[in-house]
């Protein structure tokens, strides 16, 4: 029993995911009703030292001056080692009126060692219309730190070129939704699945009363990820309709059969659906190790000889007993896990077996590998 927990811990994460009851806000948005990316270039001033001199923010630097009608003398360089070039990103977030305020994220995008201690000055943050929905200044937060000495060696901890500024921008524009035009909204699925969608519709309309045997319905699914639903014209009706709406509860379709392969961690995912035909596996291992040393050849005192290196190479094969299982028609999830455990499979033989087992025609569910 302990080894089975053990193979399971390691390798695999088995879920089975029985299907229960959900609200439509967990499963569904609503079409048309989504946030937007900003993105801006500023400058970060205030840093002890920990800035950049690159040409770019110096250009930046000069050009800031000038706007506050500043002129440095031709040909002068100005010392901005307390300054960094950094790009400046949000999200705006739906419905969000001007005057509300966003969080902003600063990134260094030069050679800047550090943000700590840093302020933004005025940055706007534009669209991907080119218009300015934003502007952000403000000190930045940053949870890293990093230190340099005098020969080169570093100690970073965390990202110090990475820092937050909370509540730092200020909505100027709001981005105009379709959430009020219209005879209808559109229920997007987070998951497209024909099944789901024909039983949203379904209890939506019955949840509303519209019965298809006997009149219009309400709710009508349009493919496997979306669902037409019929809304009141007015704002306010509409905002009430769809806060009722969106707490209905239904039981959404079972997930396709899948086993999910993360190549990279070893992580293996298997669905409760997934079904093996009959089929025989065999593995074991060939071990070849290959260790080279080096001998050295000393000559006598009295001979006249010359010091001479000599390789020696060592190799060791070692090949593991080969062991076969069997599976019948129909095999579950569990018997799978249990058989593949009694091999003391490795997380990437498992994925070896799968793929073959895939390849054979013997593994009924999709594999994905990731």
């Known amino acids: 029993m302990k080894k089975w927990l053990s193979i399971i811990c390691s390798f695999s994460i088995l879920l ?66 307390n300054v960094a070039a950094v790009a400046v990103h949000a999200t705006l977030p739906p419905f969000i009126k001007p005057g509300q305020k966003i969080d902003v994220t600063v990134s260094s995008v030069g050679e800047a060692g550090s943000l700590s201690g840093g302020t933004l000055l005025q940055t706007f943050l534009k669209g991907l219309d080119g218009q300015i929905y934003a502007v952000a200044q403000g000190s930045l937060v940053v949870s890293g730190f990093g230190v340099q000495g005098q020969d080169g ?32 909204l559109t229920l997007n699925l987070n998951y497209p699945d024909f099944s789901t969608a024909e039983s949203l519709a379904e209890t939506i309309n019955k949840k509303l009363g519209a019965d298809p045997d006997k009149g219009p319905v309400i709710a009508t699914p349009i ?7 019929s809304a009141p014209r007015d704002v ?26 993360n190549s990279r961690t070893g992580t293996i995912v298997i669905g409760k659906d997934v079904r093996l035909l009959p089929a025989a596996v065999t593995h074991g291992g060939l071990t070849v190790t290959i260790a080279e040393n080096q001998n050295v050849s000393q000559p006598n005192a009295l001979a006249d000889g010359q010091t001479a290196v000599t390789p020696q190479s060592i190799i060791d ?51 994905v590998v990731i």
């Open 153 to 184: 060696s570093r100690v970073v901890n965390n990202t110090p070129t990475v820092g937050r500024i909370p509540n730092g921008g200020i909505v100027e524009r709001a981005v105009t939704s379709g959430f009020a035009q219209g005879d209808y």
């Open 16 to 81: 089975t995911p029985f299907s229960y009851a959900q609200r439509i806000k967990d499963v569904a948005s609503i079409q048309g009703v989504r946030s937007n990316q900003l993105i801006g270039y500023g400058l970060v001033v205030g840093l002890p030292g920990t800035g950049e001199q690159s040409p770019f923010t110096e250009q930046s630097f000069r050009t800031m001056l000038s706007n506050f009608g500043i002129m440095m003398p031709n040909g002068q360089k100005p010392k901005i080692k």
């Open 223 to 229: 493919d496997a990820a979306s669902v037409r639903v």
């Open 317 to 367: 094969v070692n090949l593991d007993d080969s062991r076969m299982f069997k599976f019948d028609p129909g095999v579950t999830l569990d018997q799978l896990v249990r058989a593949v455990n009694e091999v003391g499979a490795a997380p990437g033989d498992l994925m070896a077996i799968l793929e073959a087992l895939r390849q054979a025609g013997a593994l009924q569910g999709q594999l």
């Open 236 to 261: 306010g009706q509409r905002v009430g309709f769809l806060a009722t709406l969106e707490n209905f509860e239904f039981t959404p379709a079972d997930a396709p059969a899948r086993v999910v392969i």
